[in-house]
C-alpha cells in the first residue's frame, strides 16, 4: 500500500479583498472585488499534496459552522483523509483577512477560531500515524506544543519531518531543530529565527548555513521571485526563480511545501523536488486565491515542458 503523508495544520477561511495598495494606519480605502476562499496553511499544504498526486491525512480542527462544513467538503473532494480531523463547537473556524495588492503582494491577519483547539492529546491520538507516515508536516498556526509534539512523535519513530516555521512569530525550543529533517521558511522567517537581516541571495546563504548548524538536516530558503537557497548533504546553492506575472502570492509558499514533500517521499532527490516545487509555485502566484491556484502534478509537468519549448 501506498505510504501516506500526515499534516499538522491550520483550516481557514480567506476572506480577501483585492486593493490598489495597502492602507496606512488610519486610512479607509476603497477596493475593488472580495472573494471567500478555502485557505489555511495546513490545509493548503495538504491541498498541495495531494494534488501532486500523494495519499495524505490531515489533522486539524474547525468549528460547527458553514466555514467548517465548506472546508470539510473542500478537502474531502480533494480525496484527502479526514478521519483525524475534530469538530470543535465552542469556536468558530479560523479566518484570515488578506489584502492583495496591484503586484500580487498580501498583508494576513488569522484569527485561528478552532486551530487553537489542535491539542497534544489529539496528536498523541494520532500516533500510530504519524509512525506510519512517509512524512509529518507542520507550520505554526496551531498551537506550538502540540506541533512540538508531533515533531518529537515522528522523530522517535524515524518519520521524516517537514517543518515550515510560518507564520514566524514564536520562539521555537532550539532542540527542535535537530528533529527537523526539512526545514522550508521565506525571508521574513529566517530573520526571525536567525536575527540577521536576509536581503539577497548571499544573505539567504549565510542564514541557511545556520540554520543546518542548528540541526535542521536540510533547509530551502524561499526568497519569492529571487528563487530559494538550498543547504543539503554538504551543498549549497541557488535556485532561481521562474518569471511569471504575480496575480496573487498567497499559498505560494504552501504550494512549495506540499509539492517538494510528495516529490521527496516519491523518491526524488532534494534539487529536482525542488526545481519541481518552484515551478508549481510559480504556477500558483498567477492565479487568485490560496487553494485555487493550487496546481496538480499534471499542470506542474505541462507547464515545465512548455517552459523547455
Ligand atoms: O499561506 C497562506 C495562508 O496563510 C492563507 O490561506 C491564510 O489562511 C493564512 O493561513
Redesign the pocket.
Known amino acids: 500500500m501506498k505510504k501516506h503523508l500526515v499534516v499538522v495544520g ?1 483550516i ?1 477561511m ?1 476572506l480577501v479583498v483585492r486593493t490598489p495598495r495597502m492602507p496606512l494606519p488610519g486610512e479607509t480605502l476603497l477596493g475593488s472585488d472580495f472573494h471567500t476562499i478555502p ?3 495546513g490545509a ?1 499544504q495538504t491541498v498541495a499534496v495531494a494534488r501532486q498526486g500523494a495519499a495524505v491525512k490531515m489533522i486539524g480542527c474547525v468549528g460547527n459552522d458553514d466555514f467548517g462544513q465548506a472546508q470539510w467538503r473542500c478537502l474531502n473532494a480533494e480525496g484527502i483523509d479526514l478521519s483525524l480531523l475534530q469538530v470543535d463547537a465552542q469556536q468558530a473556524t ?1 479566518i ?1 483577512v ?1 489584502m492583495i495588492d496591484q503586484n500580487g503582494q498580501n498583508s ?1 491577519i ?1 484569527s485561528p477560531g478552532a486551530n487553537s483547539a489542535v491539542s497534544v492529546a489529539q496528536i498523541n491520538a494520532a500516533k500510530e500515524t504519524i509512525a506510519q507516515a512517509a512524512m509529518l508536516i507542520c507550520q505554526l ?1 496551531v498551537p506550538i506544543e502540540s506541533v512540538i509534539q508531533a515533531i518529537e512523535l515522528a522523530h522517535h519513530c524515524q518519520t521524516p519531518t517537514l517543518l515550515n516555521p ?1 507564520p514566524a512569530s514564536r520562539e521555537l525550543p532550539p532542540a527542535l531543530f535537530e528533529k527537523v529533517t526539512y526545514l522550508i521558511l521565506n525571508e521574513t522567517e529566517a530573520e526571525i529565527l536567525t536575527g540577521e537581516s536576509v536581503s539577497d541571495v548571499m544573505s539567504a546563504k549565510t542564514a541557511a548555513m545556520r540554520l543546518r548548524d542548528a540541526g535542521a538536516q536540510t533547509v530551502i530558503l524561499t526568497l519569492g521571485a529571487h528563487g530559494a537557497v538550498v543547504a543539503y548533504d554538504g551543498e549549497l546553492y541557488h535556485e532561481p526563480a521562474l518569471s511569471v506575472k504575480a496575480v496573487d502570492t ?2 505560494a ?2 504550494t512549495f511545501v506540499g509539492c517538494f514533500a510528495a516529490a521527496i517521499s516519491e523518491g526524488l532527490a532534494v534539487p529536482d523536488a525542488v526545481r519541481l516545487a518552484t515551478h508549481a509555485s510559480a504556477i500558483s502566484v498567477t492565479k487568485l486565491g ?1 487553494q485555487p491556484s493550487i496546481p496538480t502534478r499534471q499542470e506542474v509537468e505541462q507547464f515545465i515542458a512548455q517552459r523547455r519549448d
Request: aromatic share 0%.
Open positions: 491550520s481557514n480567506d485557505g489555511g496553511k493548503n479560523g484570515a488578506i494576513i488569522v498556526e510560518a498567497t499559498a509558499g504552501d490560496a
